[in-house]
């Protein structure tokens, strides 16, 4: 009897001890999307390895993008990415990294809404939106269907003309209404566009995959 009960004993030790440990982790654990306690140690730079235990996700409403910040409901983040210069406030965004006192360091982030969308900067006469120079966002519900502004604000002009635009079995998704469009992509992805302005119309001269 006593040898038959000693390993429904040791089962039974060991479920209770990998119980005490799943709490452990739970207690140690911070709400998905909210700040952990300050720590000690420098902030993880965008791209590195995430921390099984620190990473979180954000989904928020983008409130303001700049180079390498981002502000959007719930914080500020810092993102070692070329992506903030070309986001628009009103896009909603999904963000993994981890916290760093009260700044969210990203790993990795996404536009998840609009659904597509497409940035230009240059002459707004190109697009029929009025005079001088213009930095504007197109979005669109999905491939094929129509283009419309998501947001537009007047700039200084500039030495050339921008697009980044991303490219899908050989067509430009969601590019801008009027803009006469760049050569047909050769790759699938992100790119690029630069041009320059000629008799007021935009001559495309180069492009490279984004980022």
């Known amino acids: 009897m006593t040898a038959a009960r000693n390993p429904i004993r040791w089962v039974v030790i060991l479920a209770v001890a990998a119980l005490w440990a799943s709490a452990a982790a739970q207690g140690a654990g911070h709400g998905q999307g909210g700040p952990p306690p300050a ?38 983040v810092e993102a070692a990415t070329p992506w903030p210069r070309f ?42 939106l009025g005079d001088g120079w213009i930095e504007a966002w197109f979005a669109a519900p999905g491939a094929g269907q129509a283009v419309s502004v998501f947001e537009v604000r007047r700039v200084a002009p500039g030495a050339e003309t921008l697009a980044l635009v991303r490219a899908s079995n050989g067509s430009w998704l969601a590019l801008a209404p009027g803009l006469r469009p760049p050569p047909p992509p050769l790759t699938d992805g992100w790119m690029l566009i630069r041009g320059r302005v000629d008799d ?9 995959p984004f980022p």
């Open 87 to 128: 986001l628009a406030p009103g896009m909603w965004l999904r963000v993994d990294g981890e916290w760093d006192g009260d700044v969210f360091v990203a790993s990795a982030l996404v536009v998840t809404r609009p659904a597509l969308f497409s940035y230009y900067r240059g002459p707004a006469g190109a697009l029929d």
């Open 200 to 208: 007021g119309a935009v001559r495309w001269t180069a492009s490279a």
């Open 39 to 76: 720590a000690g140690g420098g902030s993880r730079s965008a791209g590195a390895g995430p921390d099984p235990v620190r990473e979180h996700v954000l989904v928020a409403l983008l409130r303001f993008a700049s180079e390498g910040t981002l502000v959007i409901d719930g914080g500020r």
